[in-house]
């Protein structure tokens, strides 16, 4: 039997089903009873939240309402370091920060419901480039705005410098880079009373996830399931699709806890989120005894 493959085209084991159609990512699955959803998110970019305001005219009691009280266990996002979490709390950060989701069984008056809400912020010092950072007049994060440094010294540099002909010295600076993949990104989140937290989604490493589900929520190991759909592209953006996981999965704990309370009964719900910018759109599978 010939198993050289070295100088010879392998087929991709994904291939056929991917230019068929045939692959099933993330937004292809869907349950019944959906529920749309919003993530708002802060207008300034640095701040603190002094009240969330719901105007009159919207039937608030048929939303579900998550902030950051809600969550079930630490409120972050756990990853390198637990420095972000989940939905701010009493300050936000960055322009865009989530601060609150919400979710209705209509779309459109859930867009509605999303302009309704005005997130009150007392306005702090902000820094918008490297230099002000460096500069360290205002101090917004750790000690010296500074969140790794590197001090990089191999063999006699003074002796090798020093015997050069011409060094070349300068600062370097790169703009901002975003992939951009061809699949849609999204988060499927399951949760009920026996099993625990279960996720399935567009990523690369579930066990960053899986960690970050487990600090999240307050669950041992063996009550949070990660499951890696269909991938489209690995390009590094998806290896970690930390927020989007614990939205979903916060939208549906919430909606668990609030059936619960009306009936007594524990529900199994399921909650999609999918990547839409600045917002989500998660999905409800019918509440059943």
Known sequence: METRVIGKSVPRKEGREKVTGRACYVDDLSFPGMLHGVTVRSPAARGRIRAIHFADGIPWHEFIVVTAKDIPGKNC??????????????FVNHPEEPVVLLAHHDKYLLEEARRAVRIEIEPLPSIFSIEDSLARKEIIWGQDNIFK????????????????????????ETGAQEQLYIEPQGMIAQVNEAEGVTVW???????????????????????VRVVQTETGGGFGGCTVNLVRAEHAAAFEAQMARTYQQATGIAPDIYVCEPAQGAEAWPAERSLRS
Do not use: N
Not at 77 to 90: K, M, R
Not at 201 to 223: D, E, N, T, V
């Open 149 to 172: 440094s590197f001090y990089v010294e191999k063999g006699d540099v003074e002796r090798v410098w020093s015997g050069t002909a011409l060094i070349v010295e300068g600062s370097y």
């Open 77 to 90: 996002i756990a990853l390198l370091i637990e420095d972000q979490p989940c939905l701010a709390a009493e």
């Open 201 to 223: 989604g567009s990523l690369q490493c579930p066990h960053y996830i899986h960690k970050a589900l487990m600090i999240l929520f307050g669950l041992p190991r063996k009550r």
